[in-house]
């Protein structure tokens, strides 16, 4: 029996990885996209059965979120947040860091962590590496991640490398904290896996030095951070095919907050196996859903007498019983069904991505599929 806790790289196309980790909450088959459950629950009234049932592998949640709003010791007493929302599958939850970007103007950042103002009501809150790996802990997650700060990728150069090097010390300040909670009686996930983030913004040269050092630490996994945060698709494509080969090819690369099926498509290209967005769910809550060939935006009208499922041959919930026309019905009458069936579509849509692409890469031909699949989706012959 293969040891919790390790990867195993099964298969190498190009660059494109066909791999397996071992964690105590199952196996994760990379490449994989992690449906993206901010506060415990897929947006759009997706419940963990439904997760089940479209192929999920891996359910990711927020540490900043679920802090501020149900808090980590609340759900510690529920037996940590695999019971509390019932899923028994592995959960990656962040590390609070991609909220001392995002949350710029609540926030003062220092050497012991930051300084914020909770978005909700406004009361003061601490985090640093130590509070970052407490909460996560407390959740029992399968893999946290390290505290980090996530520089915008307008910020110069100087800023930017001094920021990486207080990643780095925040890096070895949360992996001691994980040893420490992990030795105690009282820890949920006694084997919670810690991942590295690698940070940057888009100088090659100040990622590839970060990437070299915090590899050094042999985690269990390696996150690139700090992309599409408002760069080109070009310049994310660039710092991931200068960084990624100074990444442990034995270890999982999780490349965060990305992307477009497209962009999942050109990652997995250069060695990327963990993704995750909110994408599929935000956008299917607006109704606009995703086909291999093309987005399609269901409040249009010439889909009311489409009598069509959303993508002729797809399994998910969605398509194997319902018409363009009533899930566009549904969302004109604002009737939460048509968004949790575009939810479950779109999701389903990713996670089947993800299946084609790991058979791709087991038959040597992953090249070959990302072209024809990309040629497809922007071909233009989406109705």
């Known amino acids: 029996m293969t040891e919790i806790n390790t990867y195993e790289l099964l298969k190498v196309d190009g660059k494109a990885k066909r791999g397996r980790l071992h964690t105590v909450h199952g196996n994760i088959e990379t490449p994989v996209f992690m449906n993206v459950g901010t506060v415990g629950v897929i947006k759009g009234a997706v419940s963990t059965e439904d997760l089940e049932n479209i192929g999920t592998q891996v359910e990711l949640s927020n540490t900043y979120h679920l802090h501020v709003r149900t808090g980590d010791k609340l759900i510690k007493e529920f037996g940590g947040l695999h019971k509390f929302m019932s899923w028994n599958k592995p959960i990656l939850t962040d590390s609070g860091g991609f909220q001392v970007f995002s949350l710029a103007g609540l926030r003062k950042i220092k050497e012991e962590g930051v300084n914020f103002h909770s978005h909700i009501d406004g009361r003061k809150i601490f985090m640093g590496p130590e509070e970052s790996i407490g909460i996560q802990s407390n959740l029992g997650s399968t893999i946290a991640m390290a505290f980090d700060e996530c520089p915008s990728s307008k910020a110069d150069i100087d800023y930017v490398k001094k920021s990486v090097e207080r990643t780095t010390r925040w890096l070895h300040r949360s992996f001691e904290e994980m040893k420490r909670l992990n030795s105690l009686d009282d820890t949920i996930n006694k084997n919670q896996m810690l991942f590295g983030i690698n940070q940057g913004a888009i100088f090659p040269e100040i990622r590839i030095e970060h990437a070299k050092e915090i590899s050094k630490l042999n985690l269990p996994g390696y996150a690139i951070g700090g992309l599409a945060v408002g760069e080109s698709h070009e310049e994310m494509y660039h710092i991931l095919d200068e960084v990624v080969p100074y990444l442990p090819q034995n270890k999982p690369t999780y490349l965060m907050g990305v992307g477009t099926p497209i962009n999942i498509l050109e990652g997995i290209d250069r060695g990327v196996d963990f993704f995750d967005c909110v994408y599929p769910s935000r956008n299917g809550r607006h109704g606009h859903v995703y086909t291999n060939d093309g987005k399609l935006n269901l409040f249009n009208k010439k889909f009311e007498l489409d009598s069509r499922p959303i ?73």
Request: aromatic share 10%; with cysteine.
């Open 311 to 383: 993508e002729e041959g797809c399994g998910c919930p969605a398509c194997r019983r319902y018409s363009r026309a009533y899930i566009r019905h549904l969302l004109k009458a604002n009737e939460m069904l048509g968004m949790r069936l575009c939810v479950l579509h779109n999701l389903y849509f990713y996670n089947k991505l993800m299946e084609e692409s790991r058979q791709a890469i087991e038959e040597g031909r992953f090249k070959e599929y990302k072209n024809a699949k990309i040629l497809r989706m922007t071909s233009g012959n989406v109705d």
